[in-house]
């Protein structure tokens, strides 16, 4: 973990290397994350090609992205319920019910981001 002291580029530097070890660790760990990662990969160049202007393309591509964000959201609460403990809990079960059910919507929102566009 970064100091509390570091600032400017050397803070911007431990950050950026907290947050490549959390995507290798989600693709490590994380197979829907890896599904998710990789249809992203797959329908940005998609993406580019099928929207017709920079707003579209940016919606095409930006409703993906939202899809990875939430994923790694997600992933993270299970990874702090699961530290907590392994045992059922109501709360815990709820917990990651709802990070499912947000990753869920942002599956969704692409979804229908892509109709619209590609419909109209």
Same mark, same amino acid.
């Given at each position: 973990?970064?100091?509390?002291?570091? !600032?400017? %580029?050397?803070?911007?530097?431990?950050? =950026?290397?907290?947050? $490549?070890?959390? @995507? !290798?660790?989600? $693709? &490590?760990?994380? +197979?829907?994350?890896?599904?998710?990662? /990789?249809?992203?990969?797959? @329908?940005?160049? /998609?993406?580019? %090609? *099928?929207? #017709?202007?920079?707003?579209? &393309?940016?919606? *095409?591509?930006?409703?993906?992205? @939202?899809?990875?964000?939430? +994923?790694?959201?997600? =992933?993270?609460? +299970?990874?702090?319920?699961? &530290?907590?403990?392994? +045992?059922? #809990?109501?709360?815990?079960?709820?917990? !990651?019910?709802?990070?499912?059910?947000?990753?869920?919507?942002?599956?969704?929102?692409?979804?229908?981001? $892509?109709? @619209?566009?590609?419909?109209?």
């Amino acid at each position: 973990m970064a100091s509390q002291n570091q !600032k400017g %580029w050397r803070r911007l530097v431990n950050a =950026t290397g907290y947050s $490549w070890a959390g @995507l !290798k660790a989600a $693709w &490590r760990n994380e +197979e829907a994350f890896r599904q998710e990662a /990789l249809l992203c990969a797959a @329908l940005v160049p /998609l993406a580019l %090609w *099928l929207g #017709h202007s920079a707003v579209e &393309r940016a919606l *095409l591509i930006g409703s993906l992205l @939202l899809v990875v964000i939430v +994923e790694l959201l997600n =992933t993270g609460i +299970e990874a702090a319920i699961d &530290r907590i403990g392994l +045992e059922r #809990h109501e709360l815990s079960g709820r917990a !990651k019910d709802i990070g499912s059910a947000a990753v869920f919507v942002a599956l969704l929102n692409a979804g229908v981001v $892509w109709l @619209l566009i590609l419909l109209a």
